[in-house]
Antibody, heavy 120, light 109 residues
């Protein structure tokens, strides 16, 4: 069974750094792109970008480029999403998902989500 | 990058059929058949229900079907059930080598 398990909820202050995790299991982790999707409170889904664990190749949405960094640790089959300096507007649920199909244009398995709250 | 346009809400009675539209442009839906649809129940992760316009993943009911014409893709749910009450999102690959989601549609049964 394909599983993506995300790290727990976080409460941070503006300006702090943060790294959230997404650990994959039940499949060949290195061979599937992993995407990150943001969902702000009461809002829709936003594609943030994707990373290929095999070689850490990344593609970011123009809206998120420079705002976040994606990274991978192959030794633990974990993909990370990180911020250097959080803003209140980063408050959202963040999902990781496994990409399939052409250019990983579909996400067939999703993590449970990590809620990030940024408040002073 | 603007979201694909979906109606905010669609409603129907049990047993009926409903159709949700997803309108993009000649930079995404209009030139690629890489449209996916997701179902999201409250406080849950999204679930893939269609890929590549009309392909159903294993385990997804055949009551869900998809099509595309020009810059608009559509999701049809037939034999509407109360369990279908959820938010639905489309997505498409784009000419900029990115992915874009739709604005989302709340389905009420």
């Amino acid at each position: 069974e394909v599983l993506l398990v995300q790290s727990g909820a976080e409460v941070k202050k503006p300006g702090e750094s943060l790294r959230i995790a997404c650990q994959g299991s039940g499949y060949s982790f290195s061979k599937y792109w992993i995407g990150w999707v943001r969902q702000m409170p009461g809002q829709g889904l936003e594609w943030m970008g994707i990373i290929y664990p095999g070689d850490s190749d990344t593609t970011y949405s123009p809206s998120f480029r420079g705002q976040v960094t994606m990274a991978v640790d192959m030794s633990t089959s974990t993909v990370y999403l990180q911020w250097d300096s959080l803003k209140a507007s980063d408050t959202a649920m963040y999902f990781c998902a496994r990409g399939v199909g052409f250019w990983s244009s579909s996400f067939d398995s999703w993590g449970q989500g990590t809620l990030v709250t940024v408040s002073s | 990058q603007s979201a694909l346009s979906q109606p905010a809400s669609v409603s129907g009675s049990p047993g009926q059929s409903i159709t949700i539209s997803c309108t993009g442009s000649s930079n995404d839906i209009g030139i690629y058949n890489y449209v996916s649809w997701y179902q999201q129940h409250p406080a849950k992760a999204p679930k893939l229900i269609l890929s590549d316009v009309s392909n159903r993943p294993s385990g997804v009911s055949d009551r869900f079907s998809g099509s595309k014409s020009g810059n608009t893709a559509s999701l049809t749910i037939s034999g509407l059930q109360t369990a279908d009450e959820a938010d639905y999102y489309c997505s498409s690959y784009t000419a900029s080598s990115t992915l874009v989601f739709g604005s989302g549609t709340k389905v009420t049964v």
